[in-house]
């Protein structure tokens, strides 16, 4: 009879060990993967904020909109307000619409001129239906105008870009 | 006594089962996370490429010039434009990211632990876009042929790349090693390995199969632009030999970039093969059409700002652009930016003195030269 309680305890002991085992192993599985769920949190909200980078990026050296020297090499940060102004208007255009779509996705882009006088212009408006999230990055630029005098035809301006998701 | 012997004996026949059962069970738990785990490795190594490449193919189709030089772990990488479908992609992972707007040069496919990209622009005559051109340092480019300023020209500024020059007498003795890719790149008709006896691969070069191709550059000095010609290894395993077959003919003098670098001849050394090169071409076109457009508009500003100015001098500029004036220049170029974009064999956007991009040239010329608005 003795003899079976001790085979009886020396079971249950076992089996002891053995859930405390897998308790530990799940706790150590639980921290790890809290972790990893806080850094995979963390890029993906670093990746969001950089598509509004990327977007603006991509704005500031579009050809539709730079600045030229006279050769065809484009001024960087430097937007050309003669393109611009047409540019906001050809991009009501289904074609402009559907090209630059699949440049920039849903996203927000407006030309705000701050100096001398106060202008905006959008460029390209698509923001996405039911958006939970927006990123939005302002840019520095110059705009020119060509039309104006030599030495009045630089403003001041900044490029917002907002990304959605 | 016997029961007791007989109850000893199955209770530690039974332990011994228990133990073996917990610690399989053990051990297969481990080894599927161990499983696992690898999975999402891999597939966080898969990640990191296509982020590495990104900003690459952002950045890089967006400030020209520029060569850049990314470390990435050793997955085959693809590259892939025809008609309907333009992406790349980790080639094991099954999962592409589009690049509609991007053209890119590239080989089919790259393995690498060191990836080359390099953005030139494409002008005519204003720019229109980047030419974003990839490939990795275990490539190898074997340059062979006539002496020409592109020849020149292309070994002194593709140091980043793996470009050798070699002569027809080396050609046969060509060793592939540990190239992943060898493309012949050869410059008009003497030493064309791609026609001389009978078009033959050397067979070490042979054995490398689809991994193998090249292009004929038959370019007049004197002219912008070429007549390119890409060849394929024709490989058959039976007799382990290898024949160069033409996959197709363009002629580029119609189109050619009107920049300092020759960016179309360029994309041509490094595309895989001419239905490569044409779709990425097409994506130029596609773009250069909605471009017109802005600077069509432009351009009318331009005229109505003579206009309200009285400035003759400058007006007779944009007078040279023909009777008809704006809407008539411009709706003949786009035209022959149509044309690009449905048959490229024809495309001819360059234009001469009196038409296209060359005219639109010498007029903006024209009016910096007289200190007047330009058109770029």
């Known amino acids: 009879m003795i003899e079976k309680k001790k085979g009886q305890v020396r079971m249950m002991e076992t089996l002891a060990i053995m859930f405390i085992f897998f308790i530990l192993v799940a706790m150590g599985m639980g921290t790890y993967y809290g972790f990893k769920k806080s850094s995979i949190i963390q890029e993906r909200e670093d990746l969001f904020a950089k598509k509004a980078i990327d977007v603006s990026i991509k704005v500031s050296f579009m050809p539709e909109l730079a600045c030229t020297r006279g050769e065809a090499e484009l001024k960087s940060n430097c937007i050309d307000v003669n393109k611009l102004i047409h540019l906001k208007d050809l991009m009501k255009d289904k074609e402009f619409q559907d090209y630059f779509f699949d440049l920039f996705s849903y996203a927000n882009v407006t030309v705000e001129q701050i100096y001398p006088e106060k202008k905006e212009y959008v460029i390209y408006e698509f923001p996405k239906p039911n958006w939970t999230e927006v990123s939005e990055t302002p840019f520095v630029v110059v705009l020119k105008d060509d039309k104006k005098t030599i030495g009045n035809e630089h403003r001041f301006g900044v490029l917002h870009v907002e990304v959605f998701r | ?376």
């Open chain 2, 1 to 376: 006594m016997k029961n007791r012997k007989k109850k000893g004996q199955v209770q530690i026949q039974f332990n011994w089962i228990f133990i073996l059962i917990a610690g399989a069970v053990i051990l297969l738990f481990f080894v599927g996370l161990v499983v696992k785990q690898k999975g999402v490795a891999e597939q966080g190594i898969r990640t990191e490429i296509l982020t590495a490449l990104k900003p690459i193919i952002t950045a890089e189709a967006f400030s020209e010039k520029t060569k850049i030089v990314v470390e990435v772990p050793d997955e085959e990488v693809f590259f892939h434009c025809t008609d309907d479908v333009s992406n790349y992609g980790i080639q094991k992972a099954g999962v592409a990211i589009d690049t509609p707007i991007t053209p890119i040069f590239a080989p089919e496919s790259i393995m690498t632990t060191k990836m080359v990209s390099w953005s030139l622009p494409y002008q005519m005559p204003y720019k229109v876009m980047d030419l974003l051109i990839v490939s990795a340092i275990n490539n190898k480019y074997y340059v062979l042929g006539d002496e020409t300023k592109f020849r020149t020209e292309l070994i002194n500024f593709t140091e980043e790349f793996n470009f050798d020059e070699i002569n027809s007498g080396e050609y046969t003795s060509l060793d592939p090693g540990d190239n992943f890719r060898i493309r012949m790149v050869v410059f008009g008709s003497t030493n064309n390995v791609f026609t001389e006896n009978g078009g033959v691969i050397p067979k070490k070069l042979a054995a490398m199969g689809k991994k193998l191709s090249g292009v004929l550059i038959d370019k007049k000095e004197t002219i912008n632009g070429a007549t390119l010609t890409f060849y394929e290894n024709e490989y058959s395993s039976i007799g382990n030999s290898g024949t160069w077959v033409s996959n197709g003919e363009i002629d580029t003098i119609g189109f050619s970039s009107m920049g300092a670098k020759d960016s179309v001849l360029y994309g041509a050394v490094f595309a895989e093969s001419k239905d490569s090169f044409e779709c990425n071409m097409i994506k130029v076109f596609t773009r250069m059409n909605l471009l017109n457009k802005v600077y069509e508009k432009k351009m009318k500003t331009v005229e109505e700002h003579f206009g309200n100015t009285g400035n003759n001098d400058c007006t007779k500029f944009l007078e040279q652009l023909g009777g008809a004036g704006i809407d008539s220049f411009m709706a003949d170029l786009q035209d022959k930016v149509g044309t690009c974009v449905s048959a490229l064999k024809v495309c001819d956007v360059l234009g001469s003195g009196e038409w296209g991009a060359k005219k639109l040239q010498s007029t903006n010329q024209g009016l910096l030269g007289q200190g007047c608005m330009r058109i770029y």
